[in-house]
């Protein structure tokens, strides 16, 4: 990269806030922004920061605050990196995370330590010296040519002060290398029949009132801008209209990249960066991508059984892997959310008949636990393509073991510790743990797979690395009657043996893992076991001779 202006090949960072309402949308505007630099050539990351003063999500109820979003490094995250992950193909770490919380502990360590040399530590400096630390560590050795901050919260949230404070701070160090985008909204009033622009007037008079002025005006709205309203907002926040961009709704979050390239977003913040904006941009994989996404030739119907289906942000990276596999396949993947607490003996057939496939979401807690080992053996016994993920895959073990090898009674000592035969038990570095959060085993860990297995094929290969959130495992004291009965490891641990991945000979396509593979699906590299899983569907559904469902009725899909 080379600046006209400024430090030559000095990474530039970008702030991205929002203002008026929450929800707007910032983690898909920075994803998309990233995107498009990224198909000009330069080296792009995201970062989220989170005014909550949690060390990290992972201690988080999901209704609370959606997915935890894990990283190869093992660092539980806000749900937006993985956008970020499935826009960019690039993974994200520890330090593309930071929370209030972690903020805090790192200055109030360091005071522990003498690090201040007895002085008084103050929101201003310290605080914000650390927010600036944390936000520039990424850009250290000229890694990226661009980092691209997004701040949790809405402008004027008392949490968020001090990470605005760190901004305008950054912007007076670094003019020529630092840029604010301000995402807001421009309502619709219906009694009206106008567009109204005070509440984004309102909005940036705030964002001043802190002493940041906004480069850039991504405004979200359900109708066009007019050019006068453009010119308004362009008065009355002072930026120039070019800058003024508009984000209409969209069908789909990722048009939202080419929506944006059609207002010229990328070159309105490379020019105001002194950045050549001339380059050519490659956006041909994801134009591929979209492509096979909005015209797919067949479609299944595949039920997510889970127990916070209520709220889909819970299990937003298995949604968005089915729509990066249903693409790749050619396949519409219309999903059904079943809670799992509706599903029992009496009623699973007339629930899942319908269903060409089945995958049974992971989780915590006993809540929805019968539901799930209910539709698992309604998906053996009728040998429709299932796949189980973390707790899925426990429930599939413990539905085997009770209704195959004959241990009635078994269970997984997270849900009954007292159970006769804990075919799932506590892993051993586990015990004796007080603390919750950061302790399960997380992040990337070796897997190898037995060739000629359903795992094996759908990989291509022998060896494949996976992301882990759980404290409980398969009990390998029992692994020898499962093999005997049906169920076989076909995914270990190279080192450890841990069982990984397993598999139901005889049944079409029958696979529980114990990672977390909705982690790295992402648009350019679809995940190769949702693949496999929708092909299986398509092809049960397709031998069973049931007429092909138009893939564009019922147009809501994953």
Known sequence: ???????????????VTGGVSSSLGKGIISASLAKLLQARGMKVTIQKLDPYI??????????????????DDGAETDLDLGHYERFLDVR???????????IYQSVIDKERRGEYLGRTVQVIPHITDEIKRCVQILGEGDRYDFVITEIGGTVGDIESLPYIEAVRQMRWERPQDTLVVHLTLVPYLSAAGELKTKPTQHSVKQLLEFGVQPDVLVCRTEHELSKSIRNKLARF???????????????????????????RLDEVVLNKLGVDSTGPMDLGPWMNFLQKHKNPEQRVDIALVGKYVELKDSYKSIAESFTHAGAAVGVQVKLHWIHSEQIHAENAQDILSDMDGILVAPGFGSRGIDGKIEAIRYAREHNTPFFGICLGMQCAVIEFARNVVGLREAHSTEIKDYTPDPVIDLMEEQKGLADMGGTMRLGAYPCALTEGSLAATAYGMDTVEERHRHRYEFNDAYRDRFIEHGMRPTG????????????????????????????????????????????????EKTKGGVTQKSADQDTASA
């Open 1 to 15: 990269m080379h600046g006209t202006t400024g430090q030559a090949n000095a990474t530039k960072y970008i702030f």
């Open 54 to 71: 949690n060390i990290d999500p992972g201690t988080l109820n999901p209704y609370e605050h959606g997915e935890c979003f894990v990283t």
């Open 92 to 102: 994200t770490s520890q330090a593309n995370n930071i929370t209030t919380g972690r």
């Open 237 to 263: 926040c002072n930026v120039n209209v070019e800058a003024v961009i508009q984000s209409i709704d969209a069908s789909t979050i990722y048009d939202v990249p080419l929506l944006m390239q059609e207002e």
């Open 492 to 539: 270990t641990h190279p080192d450890s043996n841990l069982v990984e991945i397993v598999e139901i000979t005889g049944h079409p396509w029958f696979v529980g893992a114990q990672f977390h593979p909705e982690y790295k699906s992402t648009v350019e590299t679809p995940h190769p076991l949702f693949k496999a899983f929708i092909e299986a569907a398509l092809n």
